[in-house]
């Protein structure tokens, strides 16, 4: 028999734990599941219980994010599954039916109502050289450093439009790590530009430019430079990263590339569900389409958090929060009144948050500054599908012919990493409004013995 | 406005491969899709080239055993069809006839076995039965519970990607005029003969004019058929397949089960691919009836039966990762024999739908297109749609 | 690099991977102890190319290993290493 829970929260980041704690004292049977041993999703990835960290990711905006992750932790009736991945989310009659996998095996709950605020990930974008080894993501790098304490490399450059990864090469540096160099594609003018035209609302965000500022700091007294306009053409080596290639025909020493052109909602299980999402933004992907009480188009789903587009974590919290009491006040347990004062902070900060994130977006957008692929560049990890392939499959259709004819998308991450740059493609050709693959089981790849009737 | 010899409905395998034939044989040939090409069953099943008998036909009573034995006569020339259509259309199709197991379990399914070899021998095609270990000295991941087999050496399995896409190329290259995303809104009949359609691809109409209309939508067949006030009793099926991550090369041949829903092979880029029919749930129409354009749902017992069916006869499936479930849209008849020819009730129009359309897709095609052409062709007779002429009396 | 101020990490434990012994402490992912190994190649592409970890957040599926013991093939990301598991690579 399924454990059965009156709310399951999928991601146990800012967003799923605010719709926790929206909900406490009101005595319900909650579920929350993260494919991280512990909460705090990406933003605050904790390192493993067995480690004890001193003076732990300091900082104000830490700071705020840890109190709620203790606070959460303080909650009662709150399940914990940590280590635990979704593989399904599906409708069995009057509640939703979930299954969940990890290395002992497939676990079966069921659930009223489902919260689904599994954030973000970052924008897999395809160079020659990207599938060397010693090339992650800027956020698998951070992660490393924030939860295993364990810096992935001896010289580190870091590459994008992010503005992020001055604080990732600062935490890197502060770790007693080495960046070589960190490498925006844009010139530092366009960045500028952009806050200008939304001075007011730049100046509400002001924390993070303090925090970018502080980042700055840190990276010049220890002597890492800083490259406005450097776009990232090639990563040469051989069994692994030993330099990169700038367009400008500069060469860096490196044995560790993190990319970070921005970040896309992690949206796959709304959209195997049939929910209704929308064009992230211009680095791509699918957001989650949610009402003021963050329902999804399908009733008793509801959504919050990056997977809803990404804005950071205070705006997830934000999120968490209309959530949780949403859901409180469809299932009868608050009321209207209450439910509207609860949450009139959470909307007037929710409000300025997605101001500030689309000043950021328009800062750190990658559209005019991705770099270009190579013929023989892949584009698809899994299944190894190359530039070429793509771009010859022109009047190919939609997303999803394309996938069908070259194998694009059809791999292990179903078009995680592909999805974006293909549809860039397309988009190239007009085809704006493509819905991108079909999202199908398992979320994740799952041994086929797990999922056999036992016999 | 268009006017051409043929207008074809549907972008699928068989479609795609009848514009092909037609435009060779020197017709006007215009193909309209609603989707992509090869968007529905055609690129959606899993690959199978099976020419045993398939279980379903053993299962319901000798009746419709001995009915289906009759489509034995189209196997034998979809075998032949297969062989050459790599050289044929000059594309890697990913073909690979390296034979097929149909497995048995049980002393009952042996029998089951035996009864259908005995139908496909007195048929022509030369399946052989083999006990347990002789299958497994054939395939060594056949597990202990295998207890006989039988064998057919023109069994195997292609690439439902690539074929379609290949046969729109070449009857593209013929001559076909072929749009996707195009919507058949009306079907009219002329007099004294021939047809008028209204379509609609984004904002644009356009009519269509044709001697012959040929529909082979798959699951949509009757919706479009109804458009020219006939019945085709077909009904939509939604079979669940699954994809296993890619390994090291473990099954050569196509395996079938004679008495539980099981086929499984491994495709050319090492992915093993499982179904064998087990059923996915149909969406709904708010306003009852079934809803073919949207996605079909998984039912979780199938899922877990049709892996257990997997495991059960290659143990090492098991530690395989799963990644991905899906579900296509087929469509059955009354009687599980495919529709395919004229239908003589409205001159000039012609059907073929119905399952199987994989493996005997090229087939149908090629033998439609010799009908259309004004050719009598025997093998085709026991697929008339003019065996559910009754249903016809007061349409047309 | 292991961070080594400020951090005192779980007993120390010891895995194998692909035949060689690896240190490694309880807490540690799979992937944190072959990277701190300096083992940076999860698996070989089609044609042949070596491939390393990706995203580090269990979406990407380039760090797939196989536990032998289970035969069981998992994502090394998102996995913890225990003392004494044998792990396969595809490299």
Known sequence: MAEHFDLAIVGGGPAGQAAAIALQGLDLSIAVIDEQAQPGGQILRQPPAQFAVRLWLPGRAYDRLKAQTEHFGRLDRVSWLGRHTVIEIARDGAHFALLTENAL????????????????????????????????????????????????????????????????????????????????????????????????????????????????????????PVSFGSALQRIEGESRVTH???????RIACDTVGLNYGFVPQSLLPRMMGAKVR??????????????WMRSSLPGLYVAGETTGVAGAPASQAEGELAGV?????????????????????????RHLQAFARLLDTVANPLPWFPVPEDDTIICRCEDVDYATLAAQSGGGSANAVKLITRCGMGPCQGRNCEPSLLRMLDDRGLTSDPGFTQRFPARPIPVSELADPG | MSKTDVLIIGGGLIGCATALHLARAGASVRLVEAGDINAGASGQNAGSLHFQMERRFLENGAALADQAARIIALNRLAIDEWRGLEVDLGVDLHVSQKGGLMV??????????????????????????????????????????????????????????????????????????????????????????????????????????????????????????????????????????????RTGPILPQLIQHVGRRLSMKQAYAGNVIIGGGWPSRLAQRPDGGFDLNARASIIPL????????????????????????????TTISADQLPIAGAVSRVPGFYVAAGGSAFTLGPTFARLIARVMGGERVEALDVLSPDRFNHLNSFMG | MRIEQDVTRGAAIEISVDGIALAAFDGETIATAMLSQGMAMFRRDARGRPRGLFCNMGTCGECMVTLTAENRRVRACVTDAQNGMDIATDG
């Open chain 1, 244 to 250: 990169v290639i700038l367009a400008s025909g500069r």
């Open chain 2, 104 to 245: 048995a379990e049980t002393p009952e399914q042996v029998a089951l076995l035996e009864a259908k070899s005995r139908r496909e021998i007195s048929g022509g095609l030369a399946t052989q039965l083999l006990d347990g270990d002789a299958a497994r000295a054939l395939c060594p991941a056949l597990g202990p519970d295998v207890l006989a087999a039988s064998y057919l050496a023109d069994e195997g399995h292609a690439d439902p990607r690539a074929l379609t896409p290949a046969f729109a190329h070449a009857a593209a290259e013929a001559g076909a005029v072929i749009s996707t995303r195009q919507h058949v809104l009306s079907i009219t009949r002329r007099s004294p003969g021939g047809f008028d359609v209204a379509a609609k691809k984004g904002d644009e109409m356009e009519t269509l004019q044709a001697d012959q209309i040929f529909v082979a939508a798959g699951a949509w067949t009757p919706a479009v058929c109804a458009l020219a006030n006939l019945h085709i009793p077909l009904f939509p099926v939604a079979l669940l397949m699954n994809a296993t991550e």
């Open chain 2, 302 to 329: 199938s899922r877990s039966g049709n892996l257990r069916a997997a495991i059960d006869i290659v143990p090492q499936i098991g530690a395989l990762n799963l990644i991905r479930s899906w579900t296509g849209v």
């Open chain 1, 326 to 350: 949403g859901i409180g006040l469809d299932a009868g347990w608050i009321d209207m009144a209450e439910a509207g004062r609860q949450t009139r902070r959470a909307r007037s900060r929710h």
């Open chain 1, 105 to 224: 095996g497939v676990r079966a709950i069921t659930a009223d109502r489902v919260l689904i605020a599994a954030g973000c990930q970052d924008l897999a974008v395809p160079l020659a050289g990207w599938t060397l080894p010693g090339v992650y993501t800027a956020g698998a790098i951070q992660a490393f450093v924030k939860s295993q304490q364990y810096v992935p490399g001896e010289r580190i450059v870091l590459a994008g439009t992010h503005p992020l990864q001055l604080l990732i090469a600062a935490q890197i540096v502060a770790a007693g790590g080495t960046v070589a160099e960190v490498l925006f594609a844009q010139p530092i003018s366009a960045m500028f530009r952009a806050v200008l035209t939304k001075p007011l609302v730049g100046l509400r965000g002001s924390g993070n430019m303090l925090a970018a500022a502080a980042a700055l700091r840190i990276l010049r007294r220890a002597g890492v």
């Open chain 1, 279 to 292: 064009p992230a933004g211009a680095a791509g992907g699918f957001a989650a389409v949610h009402d003021e």
